[in-house]
């Protein structure tokens, strides 16, 4: 990259009618898209032009002109069965439907660099290779890609990882550079699948060199029944295949997506939209019928197995029996307990599952103290059985509220499924892919599921029942306390008319949830029982366990107050015990037992607390409102405390929501419903990929040097940080990271490059540094493209090469991942994304 390169400018330019606006940056201010941006609201249509590339209107420029949707609001006496629905249930809510039209930007770290002669390769940062000797032309065969790794051979698949240039040079003139297509109107080309609300999931396929034990996302694995889904025996699989002619959903999975809102029109058709809050301890789900300027809003509250006992959320757990079938799930858990109230013979109780879709990275769950799983089972494997009952059930409820609405729309449902801001892309690329499995989305091309993260739906939540009374600039903190995981996320208001906030603080989180007391107090009784000295194997001790367990989950954890209260739990025995606290048949608990299952995971709560705070301070930002939402939130010692611990100033200033256990639920299907709230966050960490750097002598490792088909060394493992931790970035926006390869003749046109992040607010220099994880590998696939027609050729005395450009599309989205390839302006398609 020239040393004189100039500072970050942005331009405009119109080709073939689109109107592409692009950053170029020099490496000191490379930008670029963060993982973990907060989801889109809107709802683009499927014909919106700018669905030609798979990505939401408000980045992309346009085509082709939009066309109203082709799904028609249902009129006559379905309108007379909505109203008097309406009258019939007062839980329903209205509330209009805004409408708001926004422009974004592509972002690109692409910097142009002027052209070179054949004679004199590009100097700019190129991929890892290797060069054969002086003055030889590389054999057919040989690719350019590779240091000690081998090289791509033709008819090979995905080669080991490659390296992006933040800048090269520029293709030969004529060629049609960013987001501009060569292809004529008449011309046929498949586009990318779009997505409303967010990126669609990642693999479409087994890509090259995958892993022979790891399955696409929605794949079953090779010798898998093709029957029911694991663990149920029934004889729909994942996805369910279509039901018998004429049943209410006939034809549902032969039927294209649907169309959907165009961010900025009017809603034309009515529209069932599906929150789903799938916890670690509880679960529940909330729907809405939206028509043209109002949505019908409820909780499901009635589930099999409840009887009249009516709930907002169900536990979140399975029984298997010994042939890993489901036996029981939720509050259906009749046919799992033997008359004594205990898990049959062989009946195995698995719970917290949800948690280990993602352990990497957290760092208060000890992997150990999780329930094991299933044998045979993987986590998305159990995670997509409870989803599979769970819909189930909502399928039924839906039914017998919505009758002939919900046969008619339930292949057009749009779901909104939560997951923890704190996640990593693994952890919600296995959330989606459980999704899929439980037959929620006919395939992983299906678009109609949003990944929302939990502090945003509860922030939609609160804005929506006005509890937020704020101004411009002002600050609101949230803190969802879950099952498994607390994440805080503080937001400022941009404008008060229409409502929109943004980051102004990077969010923040840990895995110290309600579980957190339970893995506590269960090494408090596990010590007491120890003390009664029974012999191996006693079935005494396995029933003081299950009750204790129990009481502590159903009474104990909820009522705690720290006041000075002893608890007494029945353990059905006549024995008497003093030495274990067991006296009368009932075990007791004393306060300061009790209290140190509360101290170090409030304590932990605290400091996320205290450091929000100190963050919005410094931004100048006035902090109105600190709401504690979540089902861990309903607990009156935690809000007790986190009101004692804040400056006093804001002790007032820290308030619960009337439903705050089901506000991250409902601000779910908010999320569908609403337009645009967010439209900024800050990111978490930095976000980089590996480059190939001239050679610096007396700079650069000597190890690292590496001999390029242009005749000059290169550095391996150097980067190119493309999002910096705590950078700003509008929410919705992909950012463009240019690549350039010299590659030999005959290689195959199929690469990987490897997405890196690190968590320090200084990022090390080289990508071999420990401290830089691996997060996820794409695989570019250009075997469309020939590269003899349609890449220049260079004739050097270290032999001939071709050089190949192509850029990649990211969205590091606050929900999901997405990596969509171009190459000479014409849209590849999606990336295949291989999570570390």
């Known amino acids: 990259m020239p040393a004189n390169a100039r500072n970050a400018r942005s331009s405009t330019r119109v080709s073939k009618g689109w109107r592409v606006l692009e950053a170029r940056l020099s490496p000191a201010n490379a930008l670029g898209r963060p993982g973990g941006a907060l989801r889109c609201l809107s709802k683009p249509s499927p014909q919106h032009p700018a669905c030609a590339f798979g990505l939401p209107p408000s980045y992309r420029p346009s085509v082709l002109p ?9 009129s006559g006496p379905v309108l007379l069965f909505l109203l008097h629905m309406s009258s019939l249930n007062s839980r329903f809510k209205s509330f209009g439907l805004g409408k708001r039209k926004s422009v974004a930007s592509i972002h690109s770290i692409q910097q142009p660099v002027p052209p070179t002669s054949a004679s004199t390769p590009p100097p700019g940062q190129i991929p890892q290779h290797q060069l054969p000797h002086p003055g030889q032309t590389p054999p057919p065969g040989a690719a350019s890609s590779t240091t000690s790794l081998p090289m791509n051979h033709p008819g090979q698949g995905a080669r080991p990882p490659s390296y992006s240039a933040g800048s090269y040079p520029q293709p030969p003139q004529g060629q049609p550079m960013g987001r501009t297509s060569p292809m004529n109107p008449g011309q046929n080309r498949t586009p990318p699948s779009q997505m409303t609300g967010g990126p669609p999931p990642i693999n479409t396929g087994a890509p090259a060199g995958y892993p022979p034990n790891m399955n696409p996302m929605g794949q079953m694995p090779p010798g898998m029944p093709q029957g029911g889904p694991p663990g149920f025996g029934q004889p729909t699989g994942y996805p369910p295949g279509p039901p018998p002619a004429g049943g209410p959903i006939a034809q549902q999975f032969q039927q294209g997506n649907p169309a959907a809102e165009v961010e900025g029109a009017s809603r034309s ?9 799938f916890g670690t301890t509880f679960s529940g789900v909330a729907f809405a019928f939206a028509t043209n300027n109002e949505a019908k809003e409820d909780i499901i509250t009635e589930w099999p197995g409840a009887g009249s006992y009516t709930k907002q959320k169900i536990p979140t757990v399975l029984y298997y029996d010994q042939y890993q079938k489901v036996v029981g799930w939720g509050p259906d858990i009749a046919d799992a307990l033997a008359p004594t109230g205990y898990p049959k013979p062989g009946v195995q109780k698995v719970e917290w599952f949800k948690l280990q879709l993602m352990l990497s990275g957290n760092t208060y769950i000890d992997p150990i103290n999780l329930p094991p799983l299933p044998p045979g089972k993987s986590e998305i494997d159990v995670a997509a059985d409870y989803l599979f009952k769970l819909r189930q059930a909502m399928r039924s409820s839906l039914q017998k509220t919505l009758g002939e609405v919900f046969n008619r729309e339930e292949r057009n449902i749009r779901y909104y499924l939560t997951v923890p ?13 459980a999704a899929i499995q439980a037959g929620f989305l006919r395939d992983e091309n299906d678009n109609r599921l949003t990944l929302v993260s939990e502090p945003e739906a509860a922030a939609l939540f609160c804005s929506k029942t006005g509890l937020l009374n704020l101004k411009v600039h002002d600050a609101v903190l949230i803190v969802d306390c879950g099952g498994g995981t607390v994440d805080l996320i503080a937001y400022e208001v941009e404008d008060e008319n229409p409502f929109t906030v943004a980051e102004c603080t990077a969010g923040s989180g840990d895995s110290c949830g309600s579980t957190a007391l339970n893995r506590n107090f269960s090494n408090i009784l596990r010590t007491k029982i120890r003390k009664m000295k029974l012999p191996d194997g ?11 367990i129990m009481d502590f989950e159903n009474r104990i954890k909820a009522d705690f107050r720290n006041n000075g209260q002893k608890w007494a739990v029945d353990v059905g025995i006549e024995a008497e015990f003093p030495e274990a606290g067991i006296e009368e048949g009932y075990m007791t608990f004393t306060n300061e037992e009790i209290l140190q299952c509360f101290e170090p995971v409030v304590n932990r709560i605290l400091e996320l607390v205290r450091n929000q705070i100190i963050a919005i301070q410094a931004q100048n930002r006035t902090l109105q409102n600190i709401l504690v939402v979540g089902g861990f939130g309903a607990s ?3 809000f007790q405390q986190i009101k004692l611990h804040v400056p006093p100033q804001f002790q007032s200033k820290v308030v619960r929501p009337m439903d705050s256990v089901a506000a991250i639920v409902k601000g779910a299907v908010t999320a569908g419903i609403t337009e645009r709230v967010i439209t900024h966050r800050i990111a978490r960490r930095h976000y980089l990929m590996a480059t190939l750097q001239p050679f610096k002598e007396g700079y650069h490792p000597e190890a690292y040097r590496v001999p390029s088909l242009d005749g000059k060394d290169r550095c391996k493992f150097t980067r190119q940080i493309f999002v910096h931790k705590g950078q700003k970035v509008k929410n919705g926006e992909p950012y463009k990271v240019s690549f350039f390869r ?5 290689a195959t046109l199929m690469y990987e490059d490897v997405l890196y992040a690190c968590d320090d607010d200084v990022c090390p220099e080289y990508t071999k540094d420990p401290r830089i994880k691996e997060v996820v590998t794409l695989t570019s696939d250009l075997s469309r493209k020939n590269l003899e027609k349609d890449f220049e050729r260079m004739d050097t005395p270290q032999g001939t090469f071709y050089r190949v450009y192509f850029d990649i599309y990211l969205t590091l989205d606050g929900s999901e991942f997405s990596a969509e390839l171009v190459c000479q302006g014409e849209v590849m398609g999606r990336c295949r994304a291989r999570f570390r």
């Open 66 to 74: 939009s066309t109203p949707s082709s799904f028609i609001f249902p």
């Open 269 to 277: 058709k009515a529209q069932l939209i599906v929150g789903i809050d």
């Open 421 to 433: 801001a704190i996640w990593n892309d693994a952890g919600k690329a296995a959330t989606r892919a």
């Open 538 to 548: 006693s079935k005494t001790a396995g029933r003081v366990y299950a009750k204790c």
């Open 636 to 638: 009156e010692y935690l």
């Open 742 to 746: 010299q590659v030999a003749p005959g």
